[in-house]
C-alpha cells in the first residue's frame, strides 16, 4: 500500500514562507502525477497544486503567484514538495499530497499555521 508522508508546516508571521514536503512510496509521481491538498475545520478538502507527470503544473487562483509546486518520482519513490511564499492567514490549514490524477490513501498531513 502507498504511503505518504508529508513535512514542513509550522507556524509563520503572515508574509513569511514555508517548504512543505513529501514523501510516497511506489511510482505515485511517474503514474498519476501528484498534489497538495488542504482542509480546515469544518470545510472539504480542496487542491491547491498540482503537478502532472509531464511537468504541467495548476494552481488553485488564491495561491497563484505565491506557492509554487516541484516533483519527481522513480518506481520506488515520488517526491513532491510546495514553495509557499507571502503566506496568510487564510492558508492555515492541514496540507496533504496525494496524487493527481486519483486518490490514495492520505497520509497525516502537515500543520500550516499563519499568525502574527
Known amino acids: 500500500q502507498v504511503q505518504m508522508v508529508e513535512s514542513g508546516g509550522g507556524l509563520v508571521q503572515p508574509g513569511g514562507s514555508l517548504r512543505l514536503s513529501c514523501v510516497a512510496s511506489?511510482?505515485?509521481?511517474?503514474?498519476?502525477?501528484m498534489g497538495w491538498y488542504r482542509q480546515v475545520p469544518g470545510k472539504e478538502r480542496e487542491l491547491v497544486a498540482a503537478?502532472?507527470?509531464?511537468?504541467?503544473?495548476?494552481?488553485t487562483d488564491s495561491v497563484k503567484g505565491r506557492f509554487t509546486i516541484s516533483g519527481a518520482g522513480d518506481n520506488a519513490k515520488s517526491t513532491v514538495y510546495l514553495q509557499m511564499n507571502s503566506l496568510k492567514p487564510e492558508d492555515t490549514a492541514v496540507y496533504y499530497c496525494?496524487?493527481?490524477?486519483?486518490?490514495?490513501?492520505w497520509g497525516p498531513g502537515t500543520q500550516v499555521t499563519v499568525s502574527s
Open positions: 496525494n496524487a493527481y490524477t486519483t486518490r490514495l490513501a
Open positions: 511506489g511510482s505515485v509521481f511517474r503514474v498519476y502525477g
Open positions: 503537478i502532472s507527470n509531464i511537468g504541467t503544473s495548476t494552481y
